[in-house]
């Protein structure tokens, strides 16, 4: 991933909260069949010291037989996105020199993948991220709700997979090559927008206004 040195984002901390708060993760692998990319939910998993990524494919999919363990993989996290147009921008009166561009955040974990084929690791993993979902629910559903064996019948179907992560990379392009007003002139017409994502974007810019 290209990033610009004022893009760039290296907090730990911020990249792991958009792993939590953006878990649906796009699996890239490269196999002998070409590459191939599978989106998949993922628990982020902190023991022993190791930062790991948890997850689960189907047990249909082709990717756990033609990939071995110990493979290379990249994955990628998406959070909240905006198209900006120019009018946002007070200096368009002024100069006329704006161009449309697009404001995002994204995190790209590289690691390396373990297959787990153990029920009780894929009933904790399942259990794990249905917790963490469940949680916005006003009445949570746990996995307990269900019968046991209808349970381990849906775990037979699936193969869990581990990453290991070797490293990460965070990318933050949101407007902060931008004037200050130009800055507060996004964050004000994203803010106007009824799109959830959008919105999320306009608070991202408005807290680089507060800090410039």
């Known amino acids: 991933m290209y990033v610009p040195k004022h893009f760039q984002q290296t907090d730990t901390a911020t990249l792991f909260e958009v792993i939590r708060d953006y878990p649906l993760a796009t699996l890239i692998t490269v ?29 249909g999919n082709p990717l756990w037989k033609n990939l071995p363990d110990g493979s290379e993989v990249l994955v990628v996290f998406q959070g909240p996105h905006a198209y900006i147009s120019p009018s946002h ?27 787990r084929h153990d029920p009780e690791w894929c009933q904790t993993l399942v259990e794990n991220l249905t917790n963490q979902q469940e949680a916005r629910q006003d009445s949570p559903w746990a996995v307990s709700d269900a019968p046991q064996a209808y349970v381990d019948k849906m775990l037979a179907a699936v193969v869990g997979i581990e990453i290991e992560i070797t490293d990460i990379t ?13 800055l507060l002139g996004v964050a004000e017409g994203l803010s106007r927008d009824t799109n959830t994502e959008v919105q999320k974007m306009a608070a991202v810019v408005g807290k680089r206004v507060l800090a410039s």
């Open 31 to 59: 196999t002998d069949q070409g590459l191939e990319a599978n989106h998949i939910p993922f628990c982020l998993n902190r023991t022993d010291g190791k930062n790991r990524l948890q997850g689960h494919l189907a047990k």
């Open 89 to 115: 921008y007070p200096t368009k009166q002024e100069t006329g020199m704006v161009v449309p561009t697009w404001n995002y955040i994204a995190v790209h974990v590289r690691g390396t993948l373990q297959y």
């Open 170 to 182: 965070g990318k933050w392009k949101v407007s902060q090559n931008q004037p200050e007003r130009n």
